[in-house]
């Protein structure tokens, strides 16, 4: 096996390394269209929405609805903790549970904003023209 690796010429070996990176590197929107899209169509079942993707697509509502939820649990923790920290009179293990639900809370809505980004980055990469829609976060 060696004798075969020491026999490649150099240029032979820079063309094939030259290959496989620009076949990496190339657009891959082009080759991920049509099999995300066979794959989806090829797992619905009759009854199921058609419309995954986009404005009113299943994806999106999912994810516009998860998005609503945690905002409105963050916003909630964000009022427990303010409460705690009112009530905790000034005893300092209170006063440092009290700030880290406040801390934590906003936390868990910043990486829900920065998955929910990443999502519709992820989807607009893939299948291009498609619009996800959502809010205006």
Do not use: C, W
Not at 29 to 55: D, H, M
Not at 105 to 131: C, E, K, Q, S
């Amino acid at each position: 096996m060696t004798k075969f690796i020491h026999k490649i010429s150099p240029k032979i070996l820079i063309t094939a390394i030259t290959t496989a990176v620009m076949a990496l590197i190339s657009p891959i929107t082009t080759y991920a269209v049509g099999p995300i899209e066979a794959g989806v169509q090829a797992a619905r079942t009759p009854g199921q929405p058609e419309n995954l993707f986009g404005i009113g697509g299943v994806f999106t509502t999912v994810s516009n609805t998860l998005l609503f939820v945690i905002g409105a649990l963050s916003v909630v923790m964000i009022i427990v903790g303010g409460i705690r920290y009112v009530i905790s009179g000034g005893k300092e293990a209170n006063v440092t549970k009290a700030k880290n639900t406040i801390l934590y809370a906003i936390i868990g809505l910043v990486v829900a904003l920065l998955a929910y980004a990443m999502i519709n980055f992820v989807l607009d990469t893939l299948i291009p023209g498609i619009n996800t829609g959502g809010t205006n976060v």
